[in-house]
């Protein structure tokens, strides 16, 4: 199995490029499921869920062209039978493979699939409930048994959805689906994010009528048909506010992170204002000066605009580099604080209040050690602190790591950093 070997405590500094968002770039594969003509989308950033994203599109006889290093262009199949089930191979790999339900459902009519896998971070498997109640509003027959799922619905219409908690995913699943059903879809306590606005912003270019997004509540007119287009993959900003974390935890800068939008990661500055990192906004880069004192400070997850979820592992190994003591409350996952068990055996002071609430402090020495990598955002905080850490650390299973983040050691590398990929 591939693993990083990391010898820490290498000044990093210079520039970093921020990638195409993942959480942009999963939807856009399912998309094309509901236009016709070819989508050309650029900025996608080249990473192991995207790779499956495409192969599930291909084992659906489209067609994905890469164009070039991040363009792709995707042309719906001309012949060959029509399929309606979600390849098991492909769906047990990525959570985001829901987002083909919806579409294949609105599309053909019918579709079958298992519980999807992907990063273990909540209690068991992580639910589709909110995606199986509201197709059912909308008209779905539901089959379920053994954790293998067979939807159906000749024609879907329009309804009055409330979702009982915030997701990204099934905001958007449902924004997509709504497209096609017969007459106009209200979506409630909808999440805000801004891959969501992007993604209802380009299908809006190819004739949906979808209007609210980026608020909570998002209302859908239904159509007859959305034409292909071009759309650009926004800025990564979770890989953005990693980068700064990194850059603010090592304090050996400076640090310039290039093509990220700043304004998408303002929980992130609010807090660096308490810690008191040192750092500047552009209107598309930040740069993470060298700090004088660096400061703890509480956070709690919160969805769009609070601090993601996904930010979380991270800023708990930044904590472990500032003075004081602080409480991270991860409110939306009960499994994505066990990381910091890993962190321990480096060498950091966490106490864990219950499965939601850590006390970090610091400032602690990190050591290094052999660990493995559990999930995608935990999975890169654990790169962090090995950057941080006195001598050698490895890192297995870092498929996790290469489904979320394109490249990541020869980036890291450009910044100083001595990171190597064994095979
Ligand atoms: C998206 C992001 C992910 C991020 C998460 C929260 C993508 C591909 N992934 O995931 O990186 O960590 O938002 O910001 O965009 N829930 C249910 N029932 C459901 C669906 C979700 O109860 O049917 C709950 C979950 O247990 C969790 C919350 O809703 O507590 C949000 O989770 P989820 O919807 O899984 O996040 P995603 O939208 O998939």
Redesign the pocket.
Known sequence: MAKFVIHGRKPLKGEIEVSGAK?AA?KIFPLALLTRGTIRVSNVPEIEDVSRSREMLTALNYEVKKIKKGIFEINPPTGGQKKFELPSNLVNKF??SIMFVGPMLASRGKVSFPHPGGCVI?AGT??????LDSFHKMGAKINAASNYYRLTAKKLKAADIFFS?I????TESLMMTACFAQGETTLKNCALEP?IVSLAEFLNSCGAKIQGAGTATIKIKGIKKLRGGEYKIIPDRIEAGTFAMLAAASNSGPVLIKNCVPEHLEALWNLFDKIGVNYVLNKNSVKIGRSKKLLSCDVSTH?YPGF???LQSPYTVLMTQTHGSSLIHET??DRRLLFTDSLTQMGANIIMADPHRVVVNGPSKLHGRKLVSPDLRAGVALIIAALLAQGKTEIDNIYQIDRGYERLDERLRGLGADIKRLA
Do not use: C, H
């Not at 997701?167 to 099934?170: D, G, I, L």
């Open positions: 959480n999963l959570r985001a909540g992580r639910p589709i409930d909110l995606f908690k997701s990204v995913t099934a891959e969805e993601a979820t996904d939306i996952y």
